[in-house]
């Protein structure tokens, strides 16, 4: 039973390392493995835009880097650095996030999109990426 509270809260605590003094927007990303551990993520942008990298795929590669390639969910939190938590909308991860995802991740790998420490949305990769060429399982 995944406890989507405490990953949303991860995604939330991941949220405050972000660094966007471009687009405003931060991103935090909390990533379960299926031996329980939390890979946090945030986005990190650059000046010359192309390097920036999201919130998931920190995480993502974070946890790859240890070792690890066995995914359960994500939780995902974004809205620009101004507005209180609450007030925006759910924030879906990219599509070179959902392909990056779709690596390493099970077709009914959860995504839970967070809009506030209470409330969120969960879909499955599948359900977000369908028709993917070669998935891995
Ligand atoms: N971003 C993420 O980190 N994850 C998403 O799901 C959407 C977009 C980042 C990239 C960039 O730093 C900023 O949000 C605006 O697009």
């Known amino acids: 039973m995944i406890d989507y509270k405490l990953l949303v809260k991860e995604a ?8 966007c003094p471009y687009s405003h927007w931060a991103v935090g990303a909390a990533l379960l493995t299926e031996s ?13 835009f192309t390097p920036t990298i999201c919130a998931e795929r920190t995480a993502i590669f974070k946890a790859v880097s240890e070792g690890e390639r066995r995914f359960v969910a994500i939780a995902i939190v974004g809205n620009d650095v101004n507005a ?3 007030t925006a909308d ?3 991860p990219c599509g070179v996030c959902r ?3 779709a690596e390493f991740c099970p077709m009914d790998f959860e995504i ?5 420490y209470d409330d969120w949305e969960v879909y499955t990769l599948g359900e977000l990426l369908p028709k993917v060429s070669f998935p891995l399982k």
């Open 84 to 86: 209180e938590i609450g």
């Open 36 to 48: 329980g551990k939390i890979y946090r993520g945030c986005n990190i942008e650059n000046n010359t």
């Open 90 to 92: 759910v924030c879906p």
């Open 99 to 101: 392909q990056v995802m």
């Open 12 to 19: 939330y605590e991941a949220q405050k390392q972000s660094y």
């Open 112 to 116: 839970v999109l967070g809009r506030s």
